[in-house]
């Protein structure tokens, strides 16, 4: 996956924005102003791209047993975020984007009620 695709794949996402709140590099999607994907753009241009998505606390461990490209999340709270390395070639398209979609509805499924609500 390179980073147009993993721009154009969270920016299809209904009611998301991208933002840059940290820093220049620091390229963060949010789903009503929460964020559910973020990553470097330094570290693309380095070969060496993760991308930190939010998981569920059970299905990050299995993950991270399963894979090498999967770690805890760098600089995020290590039980409900991984940086999923998308650069080393283990990890398929399809995989990471199911992962970017399982992110984007753990935040929305966080959200209040009215606000899930006005995302359908």
């Known amino acids: 996956m390179n980073i147009e ?4 794949y969270c920016l299809s996402k209904k009611a998301v924005t991208e933002h840059f ?4 590099d620091t390229l963060v999607f949010k789903i009503c102003n929460k964020m559910f994907a973020l990553a ?5 241009e380095k070969g ?3 991308i930190n998505l939010k998981c569920d606390p059970e299905y990050a461990q299995e993950l991270r047993a ?3 490209s999967i770690k805890p999340g760098y600089h995020m709270h290590k039980q409900q975020w991984n940086s999923v390395y998308v650069q080393k070639g283990e990890l398929t398209q399809q995989l990471i984007k199911e992962l970017i979609d399982h992110s984007y509805e753990m ?3 966080g959200l209040s009620k009215k606000l899930r609500e006005s995302l359908n």
């Open 5 to 8: 695709d993993y721009r154009n």
């Open 21 to 24: 709140p940290f820093d220049n």
């Open 40 to 44: 470097s753009l330094k570290q693309w």
């Open 48 to 50: 060496d791209a993760f």
């Open 66 to 68: 399963e894979y090498d």
């Open 107 to 109: 935040v929305v499924k």
